[in-house]
């Protein structure tokens, strides 16, 4: 479906005719409205009894007759929308207050349905043909109505607003344009002091446009109240003063609008957070620099670019975003003054930055489920891919693993200080009941040149590894019993719930028969940069580095020494101390971090 609109130029007679029709609207669907409250409560009232119900309206008052029959059931459509919607927030148990229909005072549109209007063969007018004298009205605006056929036009809407009235015409066609894929994918945070910030570290300035013309704006009201009441000149103020509130609500669609088809023409997944805006704007603090973001309105358009274009958008649960660590998955507690992310794993990144990281990530796990846009996207169970349970769930993987050849002797070592034991998962079992009697589902990979065996571990065993075994290239001693096996293994995944903090699944991958490994490790600042006390940002670019080494050597982090990093300059990868048998497989040109001034 699409909607075109156009300015509308006539005369002053058919102004007052299209406001007189816009009145009658109003009668129509405030009158269906007590029709329905008055109603016993036996009484069923529907959608149809309503549209009777204004056909009576039309009998009894001689200027609702005068009113095309179709807009005035398109009058009585819009007291059943009010009610309907009032009917399912009371059927899904909205928390707060359901949202009770109320009598409508200032209607600004009259919609028409197939009847009671007709395009001239040049459709550059419109012609209304009720008794209401509206008559023919002349369009200004781009001709793209030129390429649809008339009977494609469902419905067309006369509208007032401060700056005049306009004329939309609601089309019955396909709005799809399919775009290259770019293989790109991107997490918004939406915040007040940016716009928004993704998941690449870039922030979008937020332009404040009620901030900017609210001197204006207060000004323009002012001068309503040095009017007389009911004098021409107030009337004129009262219209200038609307027209700069329009103004400010077109700048801030306009900036939404294009925002939203850059980042979805340039990204196939697109994440943000499912923030409830109307229950944000109670609080009375920020409830003004909210609504001027208008996130909202941001969201409605990237859900639109997003099917227009096949794309995918995906809305997040927006729990612990901001706290949670984008490296480690640890809870940072934070308060909303503190703008810089650092975690004891060496993770530093600004606040933002960490949040639209773990927006993205969260909705990776979420494709498929409820709240994505996704079209048959296929969920994959194969090595190296993400595992989708049967509920949603966040991943955190540990890198791929390169085999090579050595002996199980020279991979002991006693580095290899974290022992586990499993047992072997029994034929049938479900995932679910294995969780509900205490056990965790394992997978172990590259077990004696299998694809995959099946184990289960108590969850008891699982926490306790997972708090010995915090980073994912920690080695490991995996005992499994039941197939008089034992040997070093390495922590492949953990699935967990999203905002639960339960522990769903575990993966290992057999480092038994491999020379050297590839495995990504924490990069850890350490010291105080002299940029920094000098003024300075500190921006971390890369958090973590893939390197290649022995089992028996992977260290669980990489320090940084940032002491004598001045103002301007940047850390490159070619720079790090690497311990021997350690190697950089990432590209030694990259930049870790740079200080840059504010």
């Not at 329905?36 to 204004?54: G, H, M, Q, V």
């Not at 549109?109 to 002349?138: A, C, F, M, N, Q």
């Not at 781009?142 to 005049?164: C, E, F, M, N, Q």
Request: aromatic residues 8%; glycine residues 4%; proline residues 4%.
């Amino acid at each position: 479906m699409l909607v075109l609109e156009y300015k509308v130029k006539a005369k002053q007679a058919q102004y007052r005719a299209i406001d007189e029709a816009i009145r009658t609207v109003q009668f129509v669907r405030n009158k269906c409205l007590r029709y329905w409250i008055d109603a016993p409560r036996e009484a069923t009232i529907k959608r149809f009894d309503l549209n009777k119900y204004s056909t009576e309206l039309r009998q009894e008052f001689t200027f609702v007759k005068d009113l095309n029959s179709m807009a005035c059931q398109a009058s009585a459509e819009r007291a059943w929308l009010a009610i309907s919607r009032f009917y399912d927030n009371c059927n899904s148990q909205k928390p707060g207050k359901k949202g009770y229909p109320r009598f409508q005072k200032d209607n600004r549109s009259v919609e028409y349905k197939t009847t009671g209007w007709g395009l001239h063969p040049t459709k550059r007018r419109v012609t209304i043909t009720d008794k209401k004298g509206i008559g023919t009205l002349k369009l200004l605006g781009k001709w793209d109505i030129h390429t649809y056929p008339v009977k494609s036009i469902k419905r067309v809407r006369l509208l007032r607003r401060a700056d005049g009235y306009y004329c939309q015409f609601c089309v019955d066609v396909e709005c799809i344009d399919p775009q290259p894929h770019t293989g790109h994918e991107i997490g918004l945070d939406v915040g007040l002091q940016s716009f928004y910030t993704d998941s690449n570290g870039y922030t979008e300035a937020n332009p404040r446009f009620l901030r900017k013309a609210e001197s204006n704006i207060k000004h323009a009201q002012r001068r309503i109240y040095k009017k007389k009441k009911g004098s021409t000149r107030r009337c004129k103020a009262r219209a200038r003063y609307s027209r700069k509130h329009l103004r400010v609500s077109r700048q801030r669609n306009e900036h939404a609008k294009r925002l939203a088809r850059n980042v979805c023409k340039s990204n196939d997944l697109v994440a943000y957070e499912d923030l409830r805006v109307s229950n944000m704007l109670k609080n009375h603090c920020l409830a003004k620099s909210i609504a001027d973001a208008s996130w909202y309105q941001f969201r409605q358009w990237i859900e639109y670019f997003a099917d227009k274009f096949e794309k995918l958008a995906v809305a997040v649960p927006p729990q612990y975003t901001s706290q949670e660590c984008s490296q480690c998955k640890r809870v940072v507690k934070k308060s909303l003054s503190t703008r810089t992310h650092i975690c004891q794993c060496g993770c530093t990144l600004d606040r933002d930055t960490n949040a639209a990281i773990n927006i993205l990530l969260k909705a990776k796990s979420r494709v498929g489920h409820t709240q994505s846009k996704a079209k048959g996207v296929a969920t994959s169970t194969l090595l190296g891919a993400t595992l989708v349970e049967q509920v949603v769930t966040k991943n955190l993987e540990s890198p791929l693993l390169k085999h090579g050849e050595c002996q199980l002797e020279e991979l002991k070592s006693s580095a290899m200080n974290v022992t586990v034991e499993c047992q072997k998962r029994p034929e049938g079992s479900k995932p679910r009941a294995l969780r509900r009697s205490g056990l965790i589902p394992t997978v172990l990979y590259g077990h004696n040149g299998a694809e995959s065996v099946s184990l289960t571990m108590t969850a008891k065993a699982a926490e306790d590894l997972l708090k010995a075994a915090s980073v994912n290239n920690t080695l490991i001693e995996l005992s499994i019993p039941d197939l008089s096996w034992n040997g070093p293994v390495l922590l492949r995944e953990i699935q967990s719930h999203p905002w639960k903090n339960s522990l769903y699944h575990l993966s290992f991958f057999s480092v038994a028969s491999q020379n050297k490994v590839e495995v990504v490790v924490p990069l850890k600042l350490v010291g105080e940069s002299v940029g920094v006390k000098q003024g300075g940002i500190l921006q971390q670019r890369l958090t973590t580095v893939k390197v290649q080494c022995p089992p028996d050597k992977i260290p669980e982090t990489i320090d940084i020494d940032i002491s004598n990093l001045e103002l301007g300059k940047m850390f490159y990868i070619n720079e790090l101390v690497l311990p021997e048998g350690i190697q950089v497989i990432d590209d030694p040109k990259l930049s870790v971090l740079a200080i840059t001034s504010k």
